[in-house]
C-alpha cells in the first residue's frame, strides 16, 4: 500500500504516522491501494475485434471467442475497407442473436465480403460463443476508422493483430501503437 499525500509519497504506512499524519481530507494525504480483489475485476460486456480479411485473423477470433465465453462479452468484428470498389456500397452493419440462424440474418448489402463475415460468425459460434456476435464494414484508413469505432462505441478491450515486427524501429511505427496511443481501453496484441 502506498500513502500519497499533496507534497510527499510515503512507500511504508508506517512512516506517514511518524510524521503525525491522517489520511483525512482536510490533511491532504489519502491512501493508494492497488490490491487485487474480486471488486477490483475488470468486466468485459463489449469486446471489438479487428479483422483485415486475412487467415491470420481468425488468431484474433479464437482469443476473442475464448474471452467472450469466459466473460460473456458480446463481439464486435470491424472490418475496414481501405479500398472503397470492393464494395457497392458504403456502410454495412449485421449481427446475430442467439436465437437467429445465419440464413435468417438480415442482409442490407450481399456480396462476397458479407458472405464471408457471415461465415466467420458462424464458425465462433460453432467453437463455442454463445453470446452475441455482430460485424461492422468502415471505409477508410484503418487507423482513423478503427480509433473513432472504440470511441464511439462502448468497448472494454480492443483485440489487434500485429504482423510479425523484425525491428525496433518498425514497432515505433506500427499501426497498433498508433491505435494504442489514441484509445482509452485495455489491448491485446496477436502476433
Known amino acids: 500500500m502506498k ?19 491522517k489520511p483525512t481530507e482536510e490533511s491532504g494525504v489519502t491512501y493508494q491501494n492497488n490490491s487485487i480483489s474480486k471488486e477490483k475485476l475488470p468486466s468485459l460486456s463489449k469486446i471489438l475485434i479487428t479483422d483485415d480479411g486475412k487467415d491470420e485473423s481468425n488468431k484474433v477470433l479464437n482469443y476473442a471467442v475464448s474471452l467472450s465465453k469466459y466473460s460473456g462479452a458480446e463481439l464486435l468484428i470491424l472490418r475496414i475497407l ?3 470498389e470492393r464494395m457497392e456500397d458504403v456502410s454495412v452493419q449485421g449481427s ?12 442490407e448489402v450481399k456480396g462476397e465480403i458479407i458472405d464471408e463475415m457471415e461465415k466467420k460468425i458462424k464458425r465462433c459460434k460453432e467453437a463455442g460463443c454463445e453470446n452475441k456476435i455482430s460485424y461492422k464494414f468502415k471505409v477508410g484508413d484503418a487507423i ?3 480509433v473513432k469505432e472504440v470511441r464511439e462505441g462502448d468497448y472494454d478491450l480492443i483485440v489487434l493483430r500485429s504482423s510479425h515486427i523484425d525491428s525496433w524501429m518498425k514497432s515505433l511505427f506500427s499501426d497498433a501503437r498508433k491505435i ?11 502476433q
Open 144 to 146: 482513423e476508422e478503427i
Open 96 to 107: 446475430t442473436e442467439d436465437n437467429m440462424s445465419n440464413k435468417d440474418m438480415k442482409r
Open 3 to 21: 500513502v500519497v499525500t499533496t507534497d510527499k509519497q510515503y512507500e511504508d504506512p508506517s512512516d506517514y504516522e511518524k510524521a503525525n499524519l
Open 180 to 190: 494504442i496511443s489514441n484509445i482509452n481501453i485495455p489491448v491485446l496484441i496477436l
Open 82 to 84: 481501405e479500398d472503397i
